[in-house]
């Protein structure tokens, strides 16, 4: 059983169960979701991240210790207190944003990077290293519950094309929130490169831990 930790702070249980819904519909992975408190915009700056730190940190020890999951993982692209988290419990830590760093750099060698933040995260640009092609937002949606707005996927879309059009030969999404709206569908649509979605990367390495059934 995977724990999955959403930093977006949600009574809506569709919004909040999405990533393990989206999970098992793509791998077959079984879940269970918990989000941390007092977060209802997310992370989508440093001062956001360093208030849900500590809140990742006791939530993962909580998980491994009242659930009995076999791993956790931090479904946000910035990979927010993995480091921490990994040294606090004593089961796999994955991170959204390493795990979809890693698919992208299988599928392209120009990854371009869509989000919702001014910069592309710090932990995604490390491990895409050479891969890095180029980042792009939007300056309308910078925050989870703006890409709940009517034509939202239009506008990222149209951010993509540009990166595509620059260059860039796979596009990696750089926001969990892109999954909680399907966005990747949208993208398969309309554009012509692979597509990298952070829920499914997270998915995919569960399963190489031999744990994803």
């Known amino acids: 059983m995977l724990g999955i930790i959403r930093v977006l702070t949600t009574e809506d249980e569709n919004v ?18 918990h989000c941390i408190r007092n977060q209802p915009n997310g992370i989508y700056d440093e001062k956001s991240e360093q208030e849900a730190n500590p809140k990742i940190i006791q939530l993962a020890r909580w998980m491994e210790e009242s659930l009995k999951v076999d791993a956790i993982t931090i479904s946000c692209a910035a990979d927010p207190a993995i480091e921490e988290c990994r040294r606090a419990v004593n089961i796999p830590v994955l ?5 979809g760093a890693h698919s992208a750099c ?23 290293g050479g891969h890095y092609h180029s980042y792009a937002f939007s300056e ?3 925050k989870t519950t ?3 707005e009517d034509g939202a996927k239009g506008e990222l879309m149209n951010v993509a094309q540009g990166l595509i059009d620059s260059g860039a030969d ?16 949208h993208f398969r649509q309309h554009l012509t490169v692979p597509v ?14 031999g744990q994803g059934g």
Not at 17 to 31: D, N, P, R, T
Not at 108 to 116: A, N, R
Not at 119 to 128: A, F, H
Not at 199 to 204: G, S
């Open 95 to 99: 991170g959204a944003g390493t795990c």
């Open 146 to 148: 703006d890409l709940l």
């Open 196 to 209: 990298v979605d952070l829920v499914e990367a997270q998915a995919i390495a569960y399963q190489l831990l």
């Open 106 to 128: 299988m599928v392209g060698s120009k990854v371009g990077v869509i989000g919702i933040t001014e910069e592309p995260p710090g932990q995604i640009l490390k491990e895409l």
């Open 140 to 142: 309308n949606l910078r």
């Open 170 to 185: 796979v596009i990696l999404f750089a926001c969990t929130g892109f999954s909680t709206i399907r966005l990747k569908d």
């Open 16 to 33: 909040l169960l999405e990533h393990g819904k989206k999970m098992y519909e793509y791998a077959g992975v079984q879940s269970i979701t």
